[in-house]
């Protein structure tokens, strides 16, 4: 089968696509064609050698998250044919990746779609963004029916999910983005959308007029008097976290970080909101997967407005 690997941490033109063995599924793990997948910033740092969390020596294959249909299962109540998603998690001892074109995978990191239900192709940028939206509204900031969440940094991948994700809570929401995006969430039923680049931006930052604030991207010290005090304020990534911590602690605000996780029941419910229509993939730019290391260049370059979209399909 053909897999996306680099033999060596640098820029993406390190990613090649080469010819590697298919490894069968084990009791307990089934096998999955690959159809698309998205592109995030850990796919990055994993990469670059920034963050060195991926098994011990190369090659490595790139690649987080993946959309295809089950070929092989020997997982009871998952048949062949089966559509499902899959999020691999930080993984120290192994090297693999979902940039591949069969990916052999445990139960416990797949969410199954609804029986004869085929998702778009364009799903396979939601599972990685999805997940973390979901634990950070459920997890992160929990908000209810009625509260004001204020979500920075939405226009990518977590942040519209989790835009879907609080409007259908029945919560009102208001979003900091760029102007690039600005259409786009209000398109998803945002109340208000600051362009964070205006200084309209700056009345959210100090009016102590939300419940709780979601911070998916951004220098999350210029949110902290976003919120009422004491504030749910949640980052969506623990450097963040910890760069806003000292600032959190002198203004006497409480924040928390979240990440994705892999559970399966995390998985297979976002799966199912796919197929009743309350969340769905919105794509910025799509790339071949052979052109896997241009999508690298591009990622955050020109204004976020959306995920981006890997296609497996080879020439």
């Avoid at 010819?19 to 994993?46: C, F, H, N, Q």
């Avoid at 192994?94 to 998702?119: D, K």
């Avoid at 939601?126 to 908000?143: F, Q």
């Avoid at 419940?211 to 210029?222: E, Q």
Wanted: charged share 25%.
């Amino acid at each position: 089968m053909w897999a996306v690997q680099y033999h060596r941490y640098g820029d993406p033109s390190v990613l090649e696509t080469e010819e590697v063995a298919v490894r069968k599924p084990k009791p307990g793990e089934v096998m999955i064609e690959t159809v698309s997948s998205g592109v995030s910033a850990i796919d990055l740092m994993y990469r670059s050698g920034k963050l060195r969390m991926h098994g011990v020596g190369f090659p490595k294959q790139t690649g987080f998250d993946v959309l295809g249909i089950v070929r092989e299962s020997r997982v009871p109540g998952i048949e062949a044919d089966r559509w499902v998603w899959a999020v691999l998690d930080v993984e120290p001892l192994r090297r693999r990746g979902t940039a591949v074109q069969y990916l052999t995978v445990g139960s416990e990191r797949i969410g199954a779609f609804p029986e004869e239900f085929v998702p778009p192709t364009e799903a396979g940028s939601l599972p990685l963004g999805s997940l973390t939206a979901l634990r950070g509204i459920r997890d992160g900031v929990r908000v209810h029916y009625g509260e004001r969440l204020l979500i920075v940094g939405a226009g990518g991948a977590v942040g519209l999910a989790a835009i879907q994700l609080a409007v259908a809570l029945g919560v009102e929401t208001d979003a900091v983005c760029g102007a690039r995006a600005i259409e786009l969430c209000r398109g998803l039923g945002t109340t208000r959308v600051f362009d964070h680049a205006t200084p309209e931006a700056l009345e959210p930052r100090r009016s102590g007029d939300y419940d709780a604030v979601l911070i998916a991207a951004g220098n999350g010290r210029d949110w902290l008097g976003a919120a009422r005090r004491p504030g749910r304020i949640v980052l969506t990534r623990g450097d963040a976290w910890l760069r806003t911590l000292p600032a959190a602690l002198r203004a006497r605000r409480r924040i928390g970080a979240i990440a994705a996780g892999h559970k399966a029941t995390d998985l297979t419910e976002l799966a199912q909101r796919v197929a009743a229509g309350i969340l769905r993939p919105v794509v910025d730019r799509t790339y071949a997967v052979t052109d896997l290391a241009r999508a690298h260049e591009e990622f955050g370059k020109g204004g976020t407005a959306g995920s981006r979209l890997i296609c497996h399909t080879m020439p």
